[in-house]
DNA sequence: CATAAAACTAGTAATTGTTACTGATATTAT
DNA sequence: ATAATATCAGTAACAATTACTAGTTTTATG
């Protein structure tokens, strides 16, 4: 049974007022200025926990470590190879692919993953004025 | 400059007739067999300069360690939520999607990768006789 | 309200996956 | 041949994450 605890509550609500989608140690050093006790253990556990539950979600973006998003409606990703930020995109009409991916597969496929690469506008940007 | 060697040889060979995307322990295991002295250090790095040169892909699906593909054509693949094994995808007519995700976006998009996640054939197969 | 069961915590140790360092060896240009 | 250097094996270090433990909160129930 799962109950209340004013850290997961707490990293919940950090995660929610959030867009950069920061990872364990980031929320760990944000957690630590409310509760100046809290192990790092404690931020993994409830971020894991949160995922499972679907209250936000856990990105694996390849370079770096885990990062994690408070919003856990689907939606896009897309990370910078200059400077590893990761950021939201609105990607529409992109369901379709599932079926695509169906065609000449056995297997059911039930979901997808996709993480868009390129130059960030901030990266993009500084690279103009250089 | 980009000296021979067998050992980077053999890696390459080896992931060139596997088509299960093992990992750098797999390969350092089966690697083993050829170069009983072989360092998991040397499996590591060879792996990531094949990558990088682009004679191999280096795959990150999320669960789970790193994963090597010998084929370096762009290609997408399925990772089975179940019993984790990786598999090729035929999919076509997913370049599109870069310039999707292009709109309403200030930066470039250079690339993307896609995971698709589901069910296996093998772990589809068991559940149905279960 | 009291209290007991169970989930939770902080703190720490252990694990996993990967990279860096070392002195010795293999490969290649001359 | 030999000299330069990329690569090697072996090992240590590292970063990210998970597991363990004893003690503390939370919540269900009497």
Redesign the interface.
Known sequence: MLKYSRQRESIKNFLADRYDHPTAETVYLHMREQFPNISLGTVYRNLNLLAEIGEIQKL?P?MGPDRFDGNPAPH?H?V??HCGSV?D??????DH??I??S???????????????????S??AAKHSS
Request: aromatic share 16%.
């Open positions: 694996s390849g896009y897309f910078c190879s950021l995109l609105k990607v529409s009409g992109l692919i599932n695509l991916a065609q000449n597969f056995d297997g059911d496929i039930e979901g997808h993953i996709t993480y868009f690469y390129g130059t960030c506008p990266c993009k």
